[in-house]
């Protein structure tokens, strides 16, 4: 069965010291493994996306993860966290059914807090 | 391009009541996808359309229901609204459906259920 677990509902840092959010994923096949985020009354925007290229992916606003077979983790990082990071992020598996569609399935978010 | 619209914004209906939500996709798109996001179930795929035909169905009860206009526009249309279909409706764009790897999410929709 395939599943998505982010291990921190809330992580806060200070602004300038690098993000770590976790994420690790169940799969039966190889997926593809999205982060997403979500600003306040805002919809969900791609960070970055894992398709079985490169194992380390960057993304947009200094984001990057590495897809990680062995330990099953797509970990989100930062560098530097800034004041505007602060959203709620999620991790994203996409899995081919047995119908040939495709389904997403989201992980249950981690709150980003980013202290001055 | 513009991006993914949905109207309204924000509704507020009463238990019994039905509701439709409308998605207008970027340009170009031919997959539409919903999401109720609670906060207690978090982000939850309702169902996928493709070319005005439904290809993916999330579990959801027959009230959920949606069709796909020839123009890729999208309603979804929920009847005898109960409490606890209170919250963010999302609507997601896509180019080639969910074969596509990328969604396109609008600012959803909120409905509050009294």
């Known amino acids: 069965a395939q599943s998505v677990t982010q291990l921190d509902s809330h992580v806060s840092v200070s602004e300038g010291t690098p993000v770590l959010l976790r994420c690790n994923y169940s799969s039966s096949y190889s997926p593809s493994l999205f982060w997403y985020v979500q600003h306040p009354n805002k919809g969900l925007q791609l960070l970055l996306k894992y398709t079985s290229a490169a194992t380390l992916v960057k993304g947009i606003n200094g984001f990057e993860a590495e897809f990680k077979k062995s330990e099953t983790s797509f970990h989100l990082t930062k560098p530097s966290a800034h004041m505007s990071d602060a959203a709620e992020y999620f991790c994203?598996?996409?899995?081919?059914?047995?119908?040939?569609?495709?389904?997403?399935?989201f992980g249950t978010g981690t709150r980003l807090k980013v202290l001055a | 391009k513009a991006g993914v619209t949905q109207t309204p914004r924000y509704l507020i209906k009463t238990r019994g009541q039905q509701v439709t939500l409308s998605c207008s996709p970027i340009s170009g798109h031919r997959s539409v996808s919903w999401y109720q996001q609670t906060p207690g179930q978090g982000l939850q795929f309702l169902f996928e359309?493709?070319?005005?035909?439904?290809?993916n169905k999330g579990n959801f009860p027959g009230r959920f229901s949606g069709r796909q206009f020839s123009n890729s526009r999208s309603e979804m249309n929920v009847s005898t609204l109960e409490l606890g279909d209170s919250a963010l409706y999302l609507c997601a764009s896509s180019p080639m459906g969910q074969s596509s790897y990328e969604q396109y999410f609008g600012p959803g929709t909120r409905l509050t259920v009294t």
């Open positions: 359309y493709f070319s005005e035909t439904q290809r």
């Open positions: 994203v598996v996409r899995f081919r059914t047995t119908s040939g569609t495709y389904k997403y399935i």
